[in-house]
C-alpha cells in the first residue's frame, strides 16, 4: 500500500470524549482551543487496528485476560522487522504503561536517596517519578549544536561517578530535542553505565517514529558484551496512537532481573491486559507497518512545513530544532525578546493554541516550546499562524 491509501489530513473533533489534551481551558471569547500539547495524536489508529477492535467488541465477553504467547511474539517479530533487533519472547513482560513501569521500577528497585541521571531537556514526568519517590535528580545538560543537540560525554561519566547514582533513564529516540542517538553515542552511554554499574531504563516508546532515512538503534542492541542490567520499555502507544488503552512492554534479558520486576507488580496487586488493547496490538503488530511508513512521510512532511514558515516568516525570532524521531518539534523561541510567561500568556490565552512550555523539561530549557505534529496539516499551518501572530512584528 502506498501514502495515498490512508488519510492522515481528517480533522476529527475529540471533544466530548474526555481527551487530557483538549482539557485545559483558555481565555474566554478568545480563538478556538487548538491542542498541540500532550504527546497523543490527532490522527486515528490504523484501520486495521480499529477493526480489530470492532471485531473483539463484537464478541462481547471481557473477562480477565493474558498477555498470551502469540503477543509476545508478536512483539518479538516487530523489534526483528522494524528494527533489526533480535529479542526472545519470554524477555517481554507487558505492564500499563511506559511511567507505570518506570514508578515501579524506582519504588522496587532503588534505596530511598538514590541518585538518579536523566539528560536534560527531560520529559517532566521522568522528573516526577525521581522526586515523588523520594530520590534525587542528577542532570546531565544536552549540548545545543546549531539546529541539533549532542550528548556530554564527560558530564555523563560525572554524573554516573557519583556513588548515589543507580539508574539512568535514558529516552531513545529522545523526546524533546528529537534526536535519533547513534550506535556509538548508544554504545559509549552503555560503557559509562556498566563501568560505574549504574542500571539503565532505556524508554523506547518513541522507538517506532523515526523518521525516514533514520533507522532506531534499540538500546540493547549495542549492550553485548557489557555487564550491565537493562530495562528497555516499548509499545505501540504512541506509534499507533493507542495510549488511552494503557498496554505496553518491557523488555528485561536478565531473568533475575525479570522476575524482580514481576514480583514487584504482583505485590501491587496489578495482573492481566486490557482484552481490547490486546486485539488492538495485536494487529497493529501484524499489519501496522505499511500505515506506519506512510504516517512518519506524513509526520516528516508536517515538520518540514514547520522548518519553512520559520525560515519565511520567523527568521531569527524561532528557531527550529531538526527533528530526527518523534512527532514533537522542539523550537527556539529565545530570538522573539519574549520571556516565556509573557509567550505562553499570549498563546495560550491570545491565541488559543496549547503547546509545552520550555522551561517544563528543565531550567535550561526556558524559552523553548515543544508542538505535537501529529496531527492533520491544516492544524500545522494554524498553529503556526497563531505562533507569528503571538509574536508579532520582531525588534532587534
Ligand atoms: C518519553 C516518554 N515516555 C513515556 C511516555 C508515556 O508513556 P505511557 O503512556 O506508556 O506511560 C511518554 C508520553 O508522552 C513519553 O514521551
Known sequence: ????????????????????????????????????????????????VLKAMAERVEHGIFGYTMAGDDYLEAVAAWQLERHRHAIRPEWVVTHHGVLPSLFQLIRAFLPPGSGIVVMTPAFPPFLDAIVL????????????????????????EDACGDPAVRLFILCNPHNPTGRNFTADELHRLADIAARHRVMVFADEIHGDLVLPPGRLVPFLSVCDGLDIEVVAANGLSKTMNLAGLGLSN????????????????????????????????????????????????????????????????????????????????????????????????????????????????????????????????????TAMTRIARAIGPVTD
Open 1 to 48: 500500500m502506498g501514502m495515498t491509501d490512508f488519510d492522515f489530513d481528517l480533522v476529527i473533533d475529540r471533544r466530548g470524549t474526555s481527551a487530557a489534551k483538549w482539557a485545559q481551558a483558555t481565555a474566554d471569547g478568545g480563538p478556538p482551543l487548538l491542542a498541540m500539547s500532550i504527546a497523543d495524536m490527532e490522527i486515528p489508529a490504523p484501520g486495521q
Open 133 to 156: 519517590n523520594g530520590h534525587r535528580v542528577v542532570t546531565c545538560e544536552m549540548t545545543r549544536h546549531g539546529d541539533s543537540y549532542a550528548i556530554d560525554f564527560e558530564a555523563f
Open 250 to 381: 518491557l523488555v528485561i534479558p536478565s531473568q533475575e532481573l525479570r522476575e524482580r520486576f514481576e514480583d514487584a507488580v504482583h505485590r501491587s496487586g496489578e495482573w492481566g491486559v486490557n482484552p481490547l488493547s490486546r486485539a488492538a496490538a495485536l494487529t497493529g503488530y501484524a499489519h501496522g507497518g505499511a500505515w506506519l511508513d506512510a504516517l512518519l512521510d506524513h509526520i516528516a512532511g508536517n515538520m518540514a512545513v514547520v522548518d519553512d514558515w520559520c525560515a519565511r516568516e520567523l527568521p531569527g525570532a524561532v528557531i527550529p530544532v531538526r527533528a530526527e524521531a518523534t512527532y514533537l518539534k522542539w523550537l527556539d523561541t529565545t530570538g522573539t525578546g519574549l520571556d516565556e510567561e509573557e509567550l505562553m500568556d499570549r498563546l495560550i490565552n491570545g491565541q488559543g493554541l496549547l503547546v509545552q512550555a520550555g522551561s517544563d523539561f528543565g531550567a535550561m530549557a526556558r524559552g523553548f516550546l515543544r508542538l505535537n505534529l501529529a496531527c492533520p496539516r491544516t492544524m500545522v499551518t
